[in-house]
């Protein structure tokens, strides 16, 4: 059985493909978790805050695409144990 999700961006559609992060601070182009976990932090923060927010929620997922742009995922779905892979 396959989830319903919908999507919103964290940042700036491309050419700048990950300036602008409604979240505060930027990633850049590529993350490095070595220095960047507390930004990394504030954007699962605002996802979450946002499905919470949302009535029919039941997760969320947060995407780095490899041109740098951000997104948050949010199911509609059961996401029960038995619907993961």
């Known amino acids: 059985m396959m989830s319903s999700y919908s999507q919103i961006s964290l940042t700036s559609y491309c050419p700048s493909c990950?300036?602008?992060p409604v979240y505060g601070e930027s990633m850049g182009e590529s993350y490095d978790p070595a220095t960047e976990s507390s930004i990394l932090n504030m954007a699962l923060d605002y996802c979450k805050t946002w499905c919470l927010d949302q009535a029919t929620c039941t997760g969320f997922f947060f995407q780095k695409h490899g041109n740098g742009h951000e997104i948050c995922g949010f199911f509609t779905t059961?996401?029960?144990?038995?619907n993961k892979v």
């Open 18 to 20: 990950y300036a602008n």
């Open 78 to 82: 059961d996401i029960s144990n038995s």
